[in-house]
């Protein structure tokens, strides 16, 4: 996962409060990332570093939650790169946003505030409501290889994203200015795991009417090809050399020293 900020939600997972509902009965563990997928790479998910993966949920939600991970072909799409389908991608794309979502909440920033994580997460496990929210894209890499970082560096590309309490809006509601508040942490969430390299990119203000085709081009600049939305063709998912770094660091909601070209034209005035 990305860099974190030094906060948790709950100190010590499988005590406390439910990190959805809030009530204190039948607290259980939940392993964000899960136990089974821990174990096809021969490691404990219990061990005490891994303890930033886990948290507190009760019975009833951890029971919901757990569905995300009972997706056999999905697991196996992670562990080895294969069986690319748009059924393993879509069931690929769900669970990376929920585990976004999850992560947001437990740490108390991410693409979403707390707040927005909790209200989409308890829609979608107290109703069933499957499927990922609106507005998320989700990109994806088959890594061959792991490799330094570019040099010269990549510059990273700076996002309005709709949830970021420090834009301000005119009386239209279109973005006109930043205020110094706290927002989410970055743009975007990376997940490397297995044979696979996931980004959760949240919903930003369009910096036009080509700007998801050019959130795409600027993801794909460090290897990524985009899985959610799907697109009429399935993704190739060839194997790639990736950096880590490169891809976390793709998208920013700073926007000094970054590329302000996807911003909203009120925005790119301030920083262009």
Not at 70 to 87: A, C, F, N, P, Q
Not at 197 to 209: A, E, I, N, R, T
Not at 211 to 230: F, K, S, T
Not at 243 to 256: G, R
Request: glycine share 8%.
């Amino acid at each position: 996962m990305s860099p974190a900020p030094n906060h948790k939600a709950t100190p010590v997972p499988g005590s406390g409060p439910c990190l959805l509902c809030g009530t204190s009965a039948e607290p259980t563990v939940e392993h964000i990332i899960p136990r089974t997928l821990w174990k096809r790479f021969g490691i404990d998910p219990d061990r005490p570093d891994l303890a930033r993966f886990r948290t507190t949920l009760c019975n009833r939600h951890n029971e919901a939650t757990s569905k995300l991970h009972v997706r056999s072909d999905m697991m196996k799409l992670i562990e080895t790169g294969e069986l690319v389908t748009r059924k393993t991608l879509d069931h690929l794309s769900d669970w990376a946003i929920w585990v976004t979502l999850l992560f947001a909440l437990e740490r108390g920033s991410g693409v979403l505030g707390p707040e927005a994580s909790r209200e989409l997460l308890l829609r979608r496990f107290d109703t069933d409501r499957a499927g990922p929210p609106k507005g998320f894209r989700v990109y994806a890499a088959k890594v061959a290889s792991y490799v330094e970082p570019a040099d010269p560096r990549t510059v990273p590309y700076v996002l309005a994203l709709q949830s970021d309490s420090r834009i301000t809006l005119d009386a239209a509601g279109e973005p006109n200015g930043f205020t110094i508040r706290e927002g989410p942490i970055n743009a975007s969430e990376s997940i490397g795991l297995g044979k696979l390299v996931l980004l959760v990119v949240g919903l930003s203000f369009p910096s036009g009417p080509d700007h998801n085709e050019r959130l795409d081009e600027a993801a794909a600049q460090v290897g990524l090809e985009r899985i959610h939305p799907p697109g009429r063709t399935l993704p190739t998912l060839t194997p790639a050399s990736v950096n880590m770094t490169d891809i976390s660091k793709v998208f920013t909601v700073l926007p000094i020293g970054a590329d302000p070209s996807l911003l909203p034209k009120g925005l790119q005035n301030l920083f262009g």
